[in-house]
Structure formats: C-alpha cells, structure tokens
C-alpha cells in the first residue's frame, strides 16, 4: 500500500475567534473545514498563527508534502524567520497551495517577488469560476465551471507573475474577472494559487472547490528526482572519446 501525502494545513484562525458570523460558518475553523473536504487520501497535521513558530517547525516542515496556507488579517504578524524557511522547503520541493486572501501572505509575494495586489468588493456576489485548461489534474472531475452563490469579489490587474499554467478564470457578476487557479514552480517546489475562500461565507464545504483542493495537493507532491547540484564543476568527459 502506497503511503499517504503529508498535507499540513495552516491557518491564522483569527477571524473564527473573533467573529461570531466568522464562527457560524467554520465552528472547528477554517483549516478543519478544509481538512473535512480532504476525505481519507492524505495523513493531515494542523497549525496555527498563535502556535509556537506558527506551528511550523523545522521538524513539521521536514515532514510535510504539501502546505496549505489560509491567512488574511494577520499577515504581518508572521515571522520572518518562519517565512524563510517554507520558502526554502519550497524550493527544496515541498508543495504549496495558497487559498484566497493568502495572495498577500509574506510567503506568497516572497515566492513571486512582486506585491500580489488586485482590486476587492466584500458583497453577496455570484462567482463563476470557468476551466480554462480542462486537461489539467487539478481540474480533474470538475465540469465547465464551478458556480457559487456567494463570493467576495477579487478582480484584476493581479499583480503576480505570469502563471507557469492558467487553469482556472474567475467572473463575478459586477463584471470583473480573475485569474483565479494559477501553477508555479519555485525550485523544485510546486505553487497553486486557488482564489475562493472568503471567511463569511462556507465555500469550504462546497464539493467541487474541495475536490479542486484535493487534487491540486495531489498535483502538488514532491518530485523523487534528486535536486540539481549547483556550484563549481569539473568538465564532462567528451563524447566519443576514445
């Protein structure tokens, strides 16, 4: 029997303590509720902003796949120090997937180097999230679109890097869109940007964005080939030498 991912799914669970609106929706949290929709596929671990280092360990990061991030109000209050190392575990080839209001987390805009801003709307908004590369993994058992009733409303420019791939486009009934499912490589890191997951309203519980979740860990397991060896170098022998 093959062993299961590592998913660790980290969340500043601020707002659930915070907001009794917050808190009707995501009573166990926001990373419960993600690890909810994860089903039996992957061994999950759980952390916290106001953990000790964020609950995320040198020995936590070292036995982790793959990293879910959710984080909002509090980016700046997450250390450098703890930034530093989940990019060097990125680069090293450990998975990420960053959800909704995490495109400003200090990890983010560090692994794409630019300010990942973009223009906002909080309203009851309809989003309609369109596949735009129906042959991706990530994509996988989702038809056209992924229709929610309710949304915050995120809309370009954002600010990001060109996306290595594009899977998924957002449109919103105020007319916007957004480039909503985004794939980079950082290393021999795998990043997904997933846009949908505003606090007020259960878009974790909805079956199509938690089977995009699922696949988008699966999508993002570390590779086994070995990391490149940098520095200096003695010549290859020459081909065909006698």
Same mark, same amino acid.
């Given at each position: 029997?093959?062993?299961?991912?590592?998913?660790?799914?980290?969340?500043?669970?601020?707002?659930?303590?915070? @907001?009794?609106?917050?808190?009707?929706?995501?009573?166990?949290?926001?990373?419960?509720?993600? #690890?909810?929709?994860?089903?039996?596929?992957?061994?999950? $671990?759980?952390?916290? &902003?106001?953990?000790?280092?964020?609950?995320?360990?040198?020995?936590?990061?070292?036995?982790?796949?793959? &990293?879910?991030?959710?984080?909002?109000?509090?980016?700046?209050?997450?250390?450098?120090?703890?930034?530093?190392?989940?990019?060097?575990?990125?680069?090293?080839?450990?998975?990420?997937?960053? !959800?909704?209001?995490?495109?400003?987390?200090?990890?983010?805009?560090?692994?794409?180097?630019?300010?990942?801003? !973009?223009?906002?709307?909080? $309203?009851?908004?309809?989003?309609?999230?369109?596949?735009?590369?129906?042959?991706?993994?990530?994509?996988?058992?989702?038809?056209?679109?992924?229709? !929610?009733?309710?949304?915050?409303?995120?809309?370009?420019?954002?600010?990001?890097?060109?996306?290595?791939?594009?899977?998924? !486009? @957002?449109? %919103?009934?105020? #007319?916007?869109?957004?480039?909503?499912?985004?794939?980079?490589?950082?290393?021999?890191?795998?990043? %997904?940007?997933?846009?949908? #997951?505003?606090?007020?309203?259960?878009?974790?519980?909805?079956?199509?964005?938690?089977?995009?979740?699922?696949?988008?860990?699966?999508?993002?397991?570390?590779?086994?080939?070995?990391?490149?060896?940098?520095?200096?170098?003695?010549? &290859?022998? @020459?081909?065909?030498?006698?």
């Amino acid at each position: 029997m093959a062993e299961q991912l590592k998913v660790t799914i980290w969340n500043e669970y601020r707002h659930e303590q915070s @907001s009794d609106k917050v808190r009707e929706v995501y009573p166990q949290g926001i990373h419960h509720a993600i #690890g909810e929709g994860m089903g039996g596929e992957f061994e999950l $671990a759980y952390a916290t &902003l106001d953990e000790p280092e964020h609950g995320l360990t040198q020995e936590r990061l070292d036995a982790t796949d793959v &990293l879910i991030w959710w984080g909002h109000k509090a980016h700046r209050e997450v250390q450098d120090e703890i930034v530093e190392r989940v990019c060097k575990r990125v680069r090293e080839g450990m998975g990420l997937i960053v !959800l909704h209001s995490g495109h400003f987390s200090k990890v983010f805009t560090k692994l794409m180097g630019t300010t990942c801003n !973009l223009k906002w709307r909080e $309203a009851d908004e309809k989003e309609r999230l369109w596949v735009v590369a129906p042959g991706h993994p990530i994509v996988e058992g989702i038809g056209e679109y992924i229709e !929610l009733e309710q949304e915050e409303m995120y809309g370009e420019h954002f600010d990001i890097p060109q996306p290595d791939e594009l899977v998924l !486009l @957002s449109w %919103f009934a105020g #007319g916007e869109v957004f480039r909503s499912g985004c794939t980079y490589r950082r290393g021999q890191g795998k990043i %997904f940007y997933f846009r949908p #997951g505003h606090e007020t309203y259960p878009t974790y519980y909805n079956e199509q964005v938690r089977r995009v979740i699922r696949n988008a860990a699966a999508w993002a397991a570390p590779s086994t080939r070995p990391a490149p060896v940098y520095g200096n170098s003695k010549p &290859l022998e @020459s081909i065909g030498r006698a």
